[in-house]
């Protein structure tokens, strides 16, 4: 059963950087698109962050790019996204997804949603 697992998450002042983690168990993420997305108390779920599954084609929320990068290691089965310049904005729960469908780069520049599959989430708390 696919299963992704999202670590990294902790409290950091502003300006500060974290990288988040998202493991894949019992299959291999080499043929998935991955993304990020989050939700803070109060808010709508907003897409971060889109990787393909080649890693070759990459997209970001305005309110994280230039901030933000989002990786893949195949070796490790693991999705990275790398948050730096952190805002209190920032806070919420980071959780990483895999799309409904992948259709390429369609998929990437819809930030990898509608979503299928999604972690339990980590919490991001920005602030001093």
């Known amino acids: 059963q696919l299963q992704l697992v999202e670590s990294g998450g902790g409290l950091v002042q502003p300006g500060g950087s974290l990288r988040l983690s998202c493991a894949a168990s019992?299959?291999?993420?080499?043929?998935?698109?991955i993304g990020w997305f989050r939700q803070a108390p109060g808010k709508e779920r907003e897409g971060v962050s889109c990787?393909?599954?080649?890693?070759?084609?990459?997209n970001y929320a305005d309110s994280v790019k230039g901030r933000f990068t989002i990786s893949r290691d195949k070796a490790k089965n693991t999705v990275y996204l790398q948050m730096n310049s952190l805002k209190p904005e920032d806070t919420a729960v980071y959780y990483c997804?895999?799309?409904?469908?992948?259709?390429?780069?369609?998929?990437?520049?819809?930030?990898?949603?509608?979503?299928?599959?999604w972690g339990q989430g980590t919490q991001v708390t920005v602030s001093s």
């Open positions: 990787i393909s599954s080649s890693g070759g084609s990459t």
């Open positions: 019992g299959f291999s993420l080499d043929y998935h698109a």
């Open positions: 997804a895999a799309p409904l469908y992948d259709l390429g780069d369609t998929t990437v520049q819809a930030m990898c949603a509608p979503y299928d599959h």
